[in-house]
T-cell receptor, first 113, second 117 residues
Framework: ETGVTQSPTHLIKTRGQQVTLRCSSQ?????VSWYQQALGQGPQFIFQ???????GRGNFPPRFSGLQFPNYSSELNVNALELDDSALYLC????????????FGPGTRLTVT | AQKITQTQPGMFVQEKEAVTLDCTYD???????LFWYKQPSSGEMIFLIY??????QNATEGRYSLNFQKARKSANLVISASQLGDSAMYFC??????????????FGTGTLLAVQP
């Protein structure tokens, strides 16, 4: 069984640009959560997708948006990038929206200049 | 208010010794879960151990055990027989089940553990 994968590994963008990050969930998992981890901090919950619908959101502005596809892979889109968006973005998949077992991917390191 | 507090920014331990990483939490939800994750320099969060608020016994997973003291709202991680490969960042996290059908985890700021030979 394959684990959670994320792409790209690293990304450099300029302030004001838009970015799309991708996550493939673990086989059999229908729920994906996204987290932002700034340097020296713990991860912060952005939102969760369950069966292609957003069903929970943290304290992030609307320029952070997402999608989940029928195969349960997911995208995180960030518009109008700001310098403070520089962080490690982690996705985690789980078997359903209430399972306590979450499996994290290796993350995408985004740098905004 | 901080919901998860990890007061130890960094810890040193000698190889083969035991180490305790501290975590206190704050919640008004009677149903919650507590987690510990390990994050090596590669970035991936590795699940170590879970404790439910209604679990009577402290959780154990191999060399990891969770010292759960509900009245004190603490959930310390104990790593026995430390190995060089245990050197990493360790995060305590909490999930409040009242929040409904999401897996939202609230993380602390982490403790950087260095195992010395």
């Amino acid at each position: 069984e394959t684990g959670v994968t994320q792409s790209p590994t690293h990304l450099i963008k300029t302030r004001g640009q838009q970015v799309t990050l991708r996550c493939s969930s673990q086989s059999g998992h229908n729920t994906v959560s996204w987290y932002q981890q700034a340097l020296g901090q713990g991860p912060q919950f952005i939102f969760q997708y369950y069966r292609e619908e957003e069903n929970g959101r943290g304290n992030f502005p609307p320029r952070f948006s997402g999608l989940q596809f029928p195969n349960y892979s997911s995208e995180l889109n960030v518009n109008a990038l700001e310098l403070d968006d520089s962080a490690l973005y982690l996705c985690a998949s789980s078997q359903d929206g209430t399972s306590y077992e979450q499996y994290f991917g290796p993350g995408t390191r985004l740098t905004v200049t | 208010a901080q919901k998860i507090t990890q007061t130890q920014p960094g810890m040193f331990v000698q190889e083969k010794e035991a180490v305790t990483l501290d975590c206190t939490y704050d919640t008004s939800d009677p149903s919650y879960g507590l987690f510990w994750y390990k994050q090596p320099s590669s970035g991936e969060m590795i699940f170590l151990i879970y404790q439910g608020s209604y679990d009577q016994q402290n959780a154990t997973e191999g060399r990891y055990s969770l010292n759960f003291q509900k009245a004190r709202k603490s959930a310390n991680l104990v790593i026995s027989a430390s190995q060089l490969g245990d050197s990493a960042m360790y995060f305590c996290a909490m999930r409040e089940y009242r929040s409904g059908a999401t897996n939202k985890l609230i993380f602390g700021t982490g403790t950087l553990l260095a195992v010395q030979p």
